[in-house]
């Protein structure tokens, strides 16, 4: 039936309802990357992960009816793993780079990891995203501690090992997305310590693992930060115990006259302050969406 000036089709107005731009602000944090070690012998002198790619931005114009991605990405798994992406819209952070070991380089990713104590390349961070890891102390004379370098972070380089103390994780950042604060996200791993009068390498500032030494365990990174996980050690009579990276998360902020929809597997908390929410995702999967109403 036509008449009064639109046309109805079945029980629906045709074309739906027309988007509204508007704009908001955004912090992807991809996962971090696990501490660097191994379960075999002589492998244990491992470098601590790098913090999990970070992007943000104060402007992004988005619209109503548009459905956009969204993944949150996990922290690489035990034993020299990278963290997994973090996405929304066509925002992708890159996660962070695995600590390396004994003959084992560490890997490049968002931030890269630190190096294990010898034979070990530092990993390398994504310009814009993170920062490289620090170095190990190199090859071991008789008699003297050494270990493994930090992961990096976001903000800052993880630092070198010394003979007394392995390197600390490079310090993550926090982003003000206006009204609010994000916290301190994406803290590097810190690097393992060998011999018993030697320091592991503390985690870095925004969720990083401390690192291991011969009587205290690797500590994982924080969930949701994007921190790199602690180096490996041997603690607990377990050689090789690194720790696990910390998942990312993304953080929408946008006017509070707009509602975020989130597909089924979507976890998310949401505050309001000064005309704005900012909603926080801590869980997102490769099919997961959110709409703007």
Known sequence: MTGFGYN??????????????FDLQYTVVAGGGSGGGSPSSQQFIGGGG????????????VSTVTAYALTVGAGGALYNNNGSNSTFHNITSTGGGA????????????????SGYTNSAIGSGTAGQGKNGGAGTGANPPNTQFGGGGGGGMGTVGENASTTVAGRGGNGSNIGLSPFSTGTLAGGGGGSAYRNTATWGAGGAGGGGRGANT??????????????GGGGGTASGVTGASAAGGSGTVILVYPDSFTATFTGGVTSSTTTSGGFKKTQVTAAGP??????G
């Not at 205290?216 to 921190?227: F, I, K, Q, R």
Request: charged share 5%; net charge neutral.
């Open 287 to 292: 099919s997961d969406k959110v709409t703007f």
């Open 8 to 21: 109805v089709n079945g029980f629906g107005v045709s074309g739906g309802a027309s988007p509204v731009p």
């Open 99 to 114: 600590g390396g070991a004994y003959n084992l380089n560490a890997s490049s990713g968002g931030s890269g990891g630190g």
């Open 50 to 61: 790098g913090a999990g790619g970070t992007l943000y931005s104060t402007s992004l114009t």
């Open 215 to 228: 009587t205290t365990a690797a500590v994982a990174g924080t969930a949701n930060t994007g921190g790199g």
